[in-house]
């Protein structure tokens, strides 16, 4: 027997104290514990795959298209050692909606956050997920989303938390438009002078598979269409049957990784609870169809609760563009019924491209649930980013206050941290634009533009408003979507309106009660949308349209904020560009 204090002490004391200490203990055990370091080892290349049964090249990871599924939960940190198999290019890897949170070198942005991945190559991307959620990663270097290069990344809540509803099972759903004609000749057209669009995708696909000229909605009453589909492709192409039993509720985790199409799905007789976006909660509300644009992501609640000897279509439609692209369709298949069995009834159809106050009504309900932290009351800076299709000498762009971004050859991450002043424009890019002559429902009387790289340097910690300002293009009567995105924030969604931003006018319509936060938004035609954030996360972060095409011709802007207060920079997202050499052996 031990003593203490002279006394002497039971072995079995000594076992119910250690019991005890346990047991206070056993929290801070699980914790430590429960995060885990997920790694994964890639590889990217070309591979010939037929996504919409017609055989072409696709980007693919470690042979696989789409690329791997990443699930984890949050505090867990996820290690992807990425080899560049291409042969001509280099690569990287943006992941979508996760904030990297003294990563900033992890967000896989090319010239912005790192260098890109020469051929031959090997980057580690390493990041802890904070953040529950629906959010997915793809390619952030030329047109490489275009070309397939995505996947889902899924962030489960921590052990023993629970979410704010229930469901009994859970179904993933990846969208992505899909085009024949390969993404370098859609970037060369891009840039060529008479200008050359990408046109309307060939199809649309519900995780990485689709039907060209082979619909199944052709004709939905006969199984000569699917049959005619299967002669004709292969598994790669075959739909991703959603199997699902009766008098279940299901979680739809949706995202859309299109490169262009905004869409709509809709599941035949069923509709859906939305619960959330963008990896946060909202006010649960229901809808019988959902509107969803490049880069956002929902997750619905889906009750079988309709007739079980049938199956129904699920559909996704080109929304806000005249649609020339087929629906995309895959079949909800209720238990023990066939897959094969086709649903009795036509497959949902979308609503008319351009009825926007359809799409208005659907984003105007999404609310933050309560208990979702709210913005500040005032901001420290207004920034009014007004959107507009230009000129530069002959060549057609997009521009931000009439500057078309284009990106330097050494990532603004290294050269602000350690103070290469050669490496991109020092100018302040302009805050806003001549809103009392500038006619936002007209073709600019003054259609050309410049090129810029200067950089929106943020206060730390400041809280910055951002006025997104649609605008006509250069065409008469034409004003398209464009849905932005935000890397290293989620930011507040105050409101949305029509015509011109007026502070005076439009200022006391902004929700700072429940607004939602997200990492995208929607600018409507002829429309502003007002966003919030607090830049109070160190780094240099891409604010950009999250259609690819749109990118590429200069429609982003980059903030940098508390750069200085990064301890170091991983040499990997250094030494590339003019003056990447200057980082070798550099030191704090």
Same mark, same amino acid.
């Given at each position: 027997m031990g003593t203490t204090c002279g006394l002497k002490i039971d072995p079995l004391y000594r076992y119910v104290r250690a019991l005890v200490i346990c047991f206070i203990l056993l929290p801070c055990i699980q914790l430590s514990l429960g995060a885990k370091i997920r790694h994964f080892k890639w590889e990217v290349e070309y591979k010939y795959w037929s996504p919409d049964c017609i055989e072409n090249i696709v980007m693919a990871i470690n042979g696989q298209?789409?690329?791997?599924?990443?699930?984890?939960? /949050?505090?867990?940190?996820?290690?992807?050692?990425?080899?560049?198999?291409?042969?001509?290019?280099?690569?990287?890897?943006?992941?979508?909606?996760?904030?990297?949170?003294?990563?900033?070198?992890?967000?896989?942005?090319?010239?912005?956050?790192?260098?890109?991945?020469?051929?031959?190559?090997?980057?580690?991307?390493?990041?802890?997920?904070?953040?529950?959620?629906?959010?997915?990663?793809?390619?952030?270097l030329g047109m490489q989303r275009s070309a397939g290069l995505y996947g889902s990344l899924i962030v489960d809540l921590a052990e023993g938390e629970k979410e704010p509803f229930y469901y009994d099972g859970e179904l993933n759903l990846l969208l992505s438009d899909w085009w024949h004609k390969n993404t370098h000749d859609q970037e060369i057209g891009l840039f060529t002078n008479p200008f050359r669009w990408v046109g309307e995708s060939q199809s649309l696909l519900i995780?990485?598979?689709?039907?060209?000229?082979?619909?199944?909605?052709?004709?939905?009453?006969?199984?000569?269409?699917?049959?005619?589909?299967?002669?004709?492709?292969?598994?790669?192409?075959a739909p991703k049957i959603l199997h699902v039993l009766p008098n279940k509720t299901y979680r739809l985790r949706l995202?859309?990784?299109?490169?262009?199409?905004?869409?709509?799905?809709a599941i035949g007789n069923h509709k859906m609870l939305v619960v959330e976006a963008d990896g946060n909660y909202v006010q649960p509300f229901e809808v019988d169809d959902l509107d969803i644009y490049s880069g956002e992501s929902y997750s619905v609640l889906l009750t079988t609760n309709q007739d079980p000897s049938n199956n129904y279509w699920l559909s996704i439609g080109v929304r806000g563009r005249l649609p020339q692209?087929?629906?995309?369709l895959t079949i909800l298949n209720y238990h023990p019924n066939s897959a094969s069995k086709l649903p009795i009834s036509a497959p949902p159809v979308t609503p008319v491209w351009n009825d926007y106050n359809h799409s208005k009504a659907f984003t105007n309900k999404i609310l933050a649930l309560m208990g979702t932290p709210k913005p500040p009351i005032n901001h420290d800076r207004r920034i009014i980013l007004l959107n507009t299709q230009n000129k530069i000498d002959g060549y057609i762009k997009w521009a931000l206050?009439? /500057?078309?971004?284009?990106?330097?050859?050494?990532p603004y991450l290294g050269s602000i941290k350690y103070?290469?002043?050669?490496?991109?424009?020092?100018?302040?890019?302009?805050?806003?634009?001549?809103?009392?002559?500038?006619? /936002?429902?007209?073709?600019?009387?003054?259609?050309?533009?410049?090129?810029?790289?200067?950089?929106?340097?943020?206060?730390?910690?400041?809280?910055?408003?951002?006025?997104?300002?649609?605008?006509?293009?250069?065409?008469?009567?034409v004003s398209e979507i464009h849905p932005w995105h935000l890397h290293g924030h989620d930011f507040w969604v105050l409101g949305y309106g029509d015509g011109k931003f007026s502070a005076d006018k439009d200022e006391k319509k902004l929700n700072l009660k429940n607004p939602p936060l997200r990492n995208s938004a929607i600018i409507f035609p002829y429309g502003w949308t007002a966003l919030r954030f607090v830049a109070d996360n160190p780094g240099v972060w891409a604010f950009h349209?999250?259609?690819?095409?749109?990118?590429?011709m200069g429609m982003g802007v980059i903030f940098a904020e508390g750069v200085d207060r990064l301890s170091t920079i991983p040499n990997e997202g250094l030494t590339c560009g003019l003056t990447g050499k200057m980082f070798s052996g550099q030191k704090n």
């Open positions: 298209f789409p690329g791997p599924t990443i699930r984890a939960k /949050v505090g867990d940190t996820i290690s992807v050692e990425l080899t560049n198999k291409l042969s001509t290019e280099g690569v990287v890897i943006h992941w979508h909606g996760i904030r990297q949170i003294g990563t900033p070198w992890a967000d896989g942005t090319a010239s912005i956050s790192q260098c890109a991945i020469n051929p031959g190559e090997t980057y580690n991307y390493r990041f802890k997920v904070d953040k529950p959620g629906t959010y997915f990663y793809h390619g952030h995780n990485g598979r689709g039907q060209y000229n082979c619909s199944l909605a052709a004709k939905f009453s006969s199984n000569t269409s699917i049959s005619q589909c299967k002669l004709r492709g292969t598994e790669q192409c995202a859309s990784a299109t490169s262009l199409a905004s869409l709509s799905l692209t087929p629906q995309g206050n009439n /500057v078309s971004l284009v990106l330097p050859p050494t103070g290469l002043k050669n490496a991109f424009d020092q100018k302040n890019p302009p805050e806003n634009f001549d809103s009392i002559n500038y006619d /936002v429902t007209k073709p600019p009387v003054n259609p050309n533009s410049t090129y810029g790289n200067g950089v929106y340097m943020l206060g730390f910690n400041t809280t910055v408003d951002v006025i997104l300002q649609n605008a006509n293009a250069l065409s008469a009567n349209c999250h259609i690819e095409p749109h990118l590429h």
